[in-house]
Nanobody
Framework: VQLVESGGGSVQAGGSLKLSCAAS????????MAWYRQAPGKERELVSS???????RYRDSVEGRFTISQDKAKNTLSLQMNDVETEDTAVYYC????????????????WGQGTQVTVSS
């Protein structure tokens, strides 16, 4: 399984950025996937997750600004980031539960290498 993030970069506060996660060896939509982020000196935190039935959840600080989506045909996960804030600066990681056949693993066992997002004021 390989998850490869792209789309990170530098953006000014109030701007937009779209992150993508291309999966290989894994079927997007089979189990829950998520975006995490880790800012310098801070612990990794869950930003948003999406279930196989497309039900999405967000942490409070990004609710209404970020949108997670999955394209099962293209086998990709995305995160549209709008109205970004300096506090959104972090390395963003794509993660996926393992498909165990009958059930999913409930924890995120597959991780990408991360993509840097830097928001300037």
């Amino acid at each position: 399984v390989q998850l490869v993030e792209s789309g990170g970069g530098s953006v000014q506060a109030g701007g937009s950025l779209k992150l993508s996660c291309a999966a290989s060896g894994y079927r997007v939509g089979s189990c829950r996937m998520a975006w995490y982020r880790q800012a310098p000196g801070k612990e990794r935190e869950l930003v948003s997750s999406i279930r196989s039935d497309d039900v999405a959840r967000y942490r409070d600080s990004v609710e209404g600004r970020f949108t997670i989506s999955q394209d099962k045909a293209k086998n990709t996960l995305s995160l549209q980031m709008n109205d970004v804030e300096t506090e959104d600066t972090a390395v963003y990681y794509c993660a996926a539960e393992e498909d165990l056949g009958v059930i999913c693993s409930r924890d995120f066992r597959y991780w990408g290498q991360g993509t840097q997002v830097t928001v300037s004021s």
